[in-house]
C-alpha cells in the first residue's frame, strides 16, 4: 500500500536535453533543466496539494504519468481543486498536518504546506510557524530516508519590504521579525536555512523556490488575496476595496508558469534560492482598474487603510531562472485574468 518503508529508485539525469544546452562536462553547465526526468512513473509526494498552486502542480504530475501522494492538512485547501485528478488510481489525497512525522516512500517531494495569503497565515501564527520548521524538519527527514530530493516553497517573503529592486536572490532582505508577517516570513527564512544546513551536514538533496505573487484557477474566492478579492468583488459588482493608495506594486504569475517553474526546478541540479515570479511590475491601482474594466466595470474603488508591514515594491530579478532552468513566464497579465475570471465565475454562480 502507499505507506510501504521501500526504498524509492531515482531517475538518472541523463535523457535528452530537448530545446536545451547539453551540461558541458564544466562543473558549472550553463542550463540545468533537463525535460526528460519529467516524464516517468516516479513517486512524488506534494504537502499542501490541495492548495491553489499545489492543486495545479498535482494535475501536471498525474498527467506526465506519476504517483502523487497529497498530504494536507485542509486550512485553506479544498477537494474541490483536486475535482480533476480525485478519481485517478495514480492519485491518493490523505488528511494529515506535515507538523506530525509521517512515512511514505517517494522519489521526490514538492514541500507547498503552508497558507500563503497574509489573512489566512495570521489567524494561528504560531501553526503557520510550526508548518514551516517543525514541518519543514518532517519532509526532510522523509527526504533522507528514502534519497529523494526535497523541493521547499519559499517566498518573496524572504526579501520583507524589500529596499532594493529588482530583488535579486542575493539580497538579504528587510523583514521586520516582530510584526503581523513574521510568521510567515521568518519562518520561512528558517526553513531555507534548514534545507541549507541538511544539505551541507546530511547530503540531503533540497530545492529552493522563492515564489512571487501567482494567481489562477483554484485560489479560494474568500481567502484574501488581492486578485481573489479583486475579481469576486468586480464580478459581484461590489466595491474593490484598495489597502492604502494602491501605489505599492507587485508582480503577478500565473500558476501554469509557476507550475513550470517548480517542475523544472525539481527536474534540475540548481539547489536555489532562485526567483520565480513574473518581472512586470503591477501596482495594485492599476490592477483593480483592470480587473473592474474585465469584468464589466460595476464596481466603485474604495479605499482602506494599508495593513502594518506591507511590502512598498515587489519584483522579482530571474536572471538565474533564465539562464539555469531556461524558464520565464510565458502567460500575459490580461490572458491570465482572463482564465482566471472564467473560472471564478463559475465558482461565484455556484
Ligand atoms: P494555499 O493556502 O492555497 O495552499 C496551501 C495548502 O497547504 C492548503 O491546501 C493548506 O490546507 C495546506 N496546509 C497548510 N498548512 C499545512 C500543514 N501544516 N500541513 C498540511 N497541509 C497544510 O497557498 P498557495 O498559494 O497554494 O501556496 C502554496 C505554497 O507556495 C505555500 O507554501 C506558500 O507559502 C508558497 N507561496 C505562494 C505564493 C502565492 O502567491 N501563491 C507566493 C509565495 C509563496
Ligand atoms: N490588497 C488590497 N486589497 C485586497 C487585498 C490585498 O489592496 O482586497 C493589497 C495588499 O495590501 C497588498 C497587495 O494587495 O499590498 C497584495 O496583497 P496579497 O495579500 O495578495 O499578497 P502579499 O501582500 O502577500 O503580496
Redesign the pocket.
Known sequence: MVDSPTSAKSRPLDGKWRGLDRPSKSRSPRILYNPAVDVGMDRVLV????????SNLCERLISEGHTVYC???????SVRNLSAIISSPRFELVR????APKDVAVDRIYN??????PV?YQKDPV?TI??STV?VMNMLDLAERYGATLLQ?????IYGDPLVHPQREDYWGHVNPIGPRAC?DES?RLAETLLVAHEGQRNAKVRIAR?????GPH??PE?G?VVSNFIVRALRGEDIAIYGDGSQTRSFCYVDDMVDGLVRLMCSNLRGPVNLGNPVETTVRELADIINGMAGGRSRIAHRPLPPDDPCRRNPDITLARQRLGWEPRVQLDEGLGKTMKYFRDVVDE
Open positions: 504537502t499542501g496539494g490541495a492548495g491553489f498552486i499545489g498530504w494536507d492538512n485542509m486550512e485553506t485547501g494529515h498536518d506535515i507538523i507547498l504546506a503552508c497558507p500563503a495569503s489566512q501553526h510550526m508548518t514541518g516553497a519559499s517566498t518573496s517573503e510567515y520561512k515564489i512571487f505573487n501567482t494567481y485560489m479560494q481567502d488575496r
